[in-house]
Structures are given as structure tokens and as C-alpha cells.
């Protein structure tokens, strides 16, 4: 009978359960660790060995949205008063909180902007390369081109160097034309660097939509750019979802274009986290709080997408 098993079998699955659960903790440690620093006192960020019981706060993440920096010493009457205007000197565990000295407000860190501008340039770029990598999957798919080989190998070539070697050159190019340190410099960057992996997933999914579909719809006196938005464009939905989801994961993780092409105005998370929030010794609390931050949102993206991920891996197979 199918449902006996031997000894054998038996041990040989427990062995792959427990093997799948080790390498599951393995995986969930540095989250949990990362989490368990966001909320710890700075006092027991670095503590060795590790403090795994504490009380939980939340000063972390206040740190993480207000302008702070390291005191050396207690300030003097006289250094106090030579201040900037905007500048109050408050001490609060050893650091100096800075405040607008008419109105108290808090200053900001900054990380805030960063947050935004990951999720504008992130967003942007996403729906801007599944769109074109549909149309131009769509083409491939469809038509017969001239070279089509060579082509589809000269827009994967696009994702064979690793950003940082190509950096320095758009960095001068960019410089040139007034690119630096804008959204739309990055946009254009994250956009042709997720391109090439758009066609290619896309071309996939489009090549397991039957042509006659199509031929059906033109029959009936559609357009081909009717029947593209109105049966094809519905059947490749899951494709592009699934596509959307690598694609946000890269442009949102990237490190090496947003730290040297950007320095203010449209710097993105992932190069200011790491940085010092403030002068002296890292916070690492601070850091921690900042990088559990950054990390929703594509947990949350890729959950909502994650019914269309198994497809997205699996494409390729017959259609039936």
C-alpha cells in the first residue's frame, strides 16, 4: 500500500524536516537579531556575550528621526550661547539633541527623506521597466525580428557587470548633463538595469500564451493593440506581477549607484543607514531601528505578490 513506509523512510523524512527547520532558524537569526537591537538600550547593543533579555524600548526609533551627536564633554555657558540660531544644546544620554532654539522643534535626521526617496525611485522605476519589458517581450514573442537572438544576448550583456564597475563612467556622464543627485537620474539607472531581466521574464510568459488568443480576437475585428490590452495583457498579468516583485527587491536593495550618484537631495536608504546617525561612536540601535524600517515594505510588497511568485519561478513549463 502506497500510505506504508519503512523504518527507513520514516527517518530519512524526520532528517529533511529537521534539516529544513535548522536551515530556517539559520535564515531567521539575523532578523530576529537586527529586530532585538531596534529595540534594545545602547548600553546593550554591543554587550559580550549577547544580551537576549532586556527591557524593550522604543528610544531607538525616536533617535532615528531627530538630529543628534555625540558630546565629548558637558557644553560650557559660552559654547551654548555661540551655537547656531536653530541650535539648542539639550543633553540626553551623553549626546547633544539638536533644536530650534525659538520653538524647540526637533530637528530631523534626515532618514526620512531617504525612506521617501527609496520608495519613489523604487516605485517609479519598477512600473516603468515591467511596462517596457512587456512591450518589448511582447514584441520578441510575437514578431519575427532580425537577429532576435543576438538581441535578447545583447539585453541580457546589460546585466553582466556588476554596478559598481560601471559606476565611475555614469557618474561622469551624469555630472555632464545635470543628472547627479536627482530622482530622475536614479530612475533611468534602476530602470535599464531591470530591463533586461524584465524582457526576459516576460518573453517567457507571453511565449505560453497561445496565438490564438489572438488571431481569435483579431477575427472578430479587434485591433492588434486591442487584443494586446484585452487578451493578452490579462493573461500576463501574474508574469508581471512576479516580475514586479524582483524588480522592486533590486532597485530597492541597490547600494553601489545610490552612494556614489547621489548626496542629498535624492539618497536613498540603503547608503545612509550604514552611515553614522550623527558624529562619534554609531548607534547601533539606531541603525538597527533604521534597517528593520527598511525592511517592510518589501515584505510587505512581496507578500501581497507571493500567490504569483511560484509561477514567476516555474515559467517556461507547457501550457495546457
Known amino acids: 500500500m502506497a500510505g506504508v513506509r519503512t523504518p527507513r523512510e520514516k527517518w530519512t523524512n524526520r532528517t529533511a524536516i529537521a534539516a529544513v527547520f535548522l536551515a530556517l532558524i539559520i535564515m531567521l537569526t539575523p532578523i530576529y537579531w537586527i529586530t532585538a537591537t531596534a529595540f534594545k538600550p545602547r548600553n546593550l547593543a554591543t554587550t559580550i556575550p549577547p544580551t537576549v533579555f532586556f527591557t524593550p524600548e522604543v528610544s531607538p526609533f525616536v533617535k532615528l528621526f531627530t538630529k543628534r551627536s555625540q558630546l565629548r564633554e558637558q557644553p560650557t555657558q559660552e559654547e551654548y550661547e555661540s551655537a547656531p540660531w536653530w541650535e539648542k544644546m539639550v543633553v540626553d544620554g551623553g549626546e547633544k539633541v539638536v533644536r530650534n532654539r525659538k520653538t ?13 526617496n527609496s520608495l519613489i525611485v523604487s516605485i517609479i522605476s519598477t512600473v516603468v521597466a515591467v511596462c517596457m519589458g512587456t512591450l518589448t517581450a511582447y514584441g520578441f514573442s510575437r514578431f519575427k525580428v532580425k537577429g532576435e537572438d543576438d538581441w535578447m544576448f545583447f539585453i541580457l550583456s546589460t546585466r553582466m557587470l556588476p554596478p559598481v564597475v560601471v559606476a ?31 524582457v526576459w521574464i516576460m518573453k517567457g510568459f507571453i511565449d505560453e500564451i ?33 516580475t514586479a516583485v524582483f524588480c522592486f527587491i533590486t532597485a ?6 545610490a552612494l556614489i550618484m547621489t548626496n542629498r537631495n535624492a539618497q536613498t536608504a540603503p547608503p545612509y543607514i550604514p552611515s553614522q546617525v550623527g558624529s562619534g561612536l554609531p548607534d547601533w540601535t539606531v541603525i538597527a531601528a533604521g534597517t528593520l524600517l527598511f525592511l517592510i515594505p518589501v515584505a510587505i510588497f512581496t507578500f501581497l505578490l507571493r500567490n504569483h511568485l511560484l509561477r514567476g519561478m516555474s515559467f517556461g513549463a507547457i501550457r495546457k
Not at 534602476?190 to 533586461?196: C, D, H, Q, R, V
Not at 530597492?252 to 549607484?257: C, D, G, M, P, V
Open 104 to 116: 524647540g522643534e526637533v530637528r530631523s535626521s534626515g532618514y526620512s527623506d531617504r525612506f521617501k
Open 210 to 242: 497561445p496565438k490564438e488568443y489572438e488571431e481569435a480576437a483579431l477575427v472578430d475585428g479587434y485591433t492588434r493593440m486591442q487584443a494586446f490590452f484585452k487578451v493578452v495583457l490579462p493573461e500576463a498579468l501574474t508574469g508581471m506581477a512576479a
Open 168 to 198: 565611475i563612467p555614469m557618474f561622469l556622464m551624469y555630472r555632464v548633463v545635470g543628472l547627479n543627485d536627482t530622482h530622475l537620474g536614479l530612475i533611468i539607472l534602476y530602470t535599464a538595469f531591470n530591463l533586461s531581466f524584465a
Open 252 to 257: 530597492w536593495n541597490e547600494y553601489a549607484f
